[in-house]
T-cell receptor
């Protein structure tokens, strides 16, 4: 079975803290993605990576950065957390080739910034 | 740019009712279309997909037909169950792109 694992289900942080959200996939997928999910807005892409050390901005990259040092791991970093970053964060991965548009998702991390 | 619009929720139905969740899209070229489902406390998982006009995707009793003339990909099920309660997302992927564009999601609740 394919598996995308996000390190925390729930996180509570304070304004100004540096926050790391970790995601690991065991499917040897080239592509990895970070989304945030907010009611009424669906999923919005923050960043994605199509190879180790490669990254591209998504639709809402402001206030976020990412790191991909190994193929299986993709980290989302909030350099200085703010209350408007309270949200559900979802990580996904996908292969290249014919199945590249099928993304596999982790269970999500619900982040609260106080 | 590309976009997906879903019918607003929440949608509440009784068990065994007929379900339709509307989805329309705007895209250049010939996108692939998807429905993802998110059960409570879980991430999204692919429900069905269609890659070209007139294709019908189906899975778990759900169906959706890629209608290019109306730019639609409506999700249907003939008889819903309580276990179908979830949030449903319509999405598209355009030619050559590795990204998905999602609709806003529709929360479905099925009452026994």
């Amino acid at each position: 079975d394919v598996k995308v694992t996000q390190s925390s289900r729930y996180l509570v942080k304070r304004t100004g803290e540096k926050v790391f959200l970790e995601c690991v996939q065991d499917m040897d997928h080239e592509n990895m993605f970070w989304y945030r999910q907010d009611p009424g807005l669906g999923l919005r892409l923050i960043y994605f990576s199509y190879d180790v050390k490669m990254k591209e901005k998504g639709d809402i990259p402001e206030g976020y950065s990412v790191s991909r040092e190994k193929k299986e791991r993709f980290s989302l970093i909030l350099e200085s957390a703010s209350t408007n970053q309270t949200s559900m964060y979802l990580c996904a991965s996908s292969p290249v080739g014919l199945a590249k548009n099928i993304q596999y998702f982790g269970a999500g991390t619900r982040l609260s910034v106080l | 740019g590309d976009s997906v619009t879903q019918m607003e929720g929440p949608v509440t139905l009784s068990e065994e009712a007929f379900l339709t969740i509307n989805c329309t899209y705007t895209a250049t070229g010939y996108p692939s279309l998807f429905w993802y489902v998110q059960y409570p406390g879980e991430g999204l998982q692919l429900l069905l997909k269609a890659t070209k006009a007139d294709d019908k995707g189906s899975n778990k009793g759900f169906e959706a037909t890629y209608r290019k003339e109306t730019t639609s990909f409506h999700l249907e099920k003939g008889s819903v169950q309580v276990s179908d309660s979830a949030v449903y997302f319509c999405a598209l992927s355009n030619q050559g792109a590795q990204k998905l564009v999602f609709g806003q999601g529709t929360r479905l609740t099925i009452n026994p």
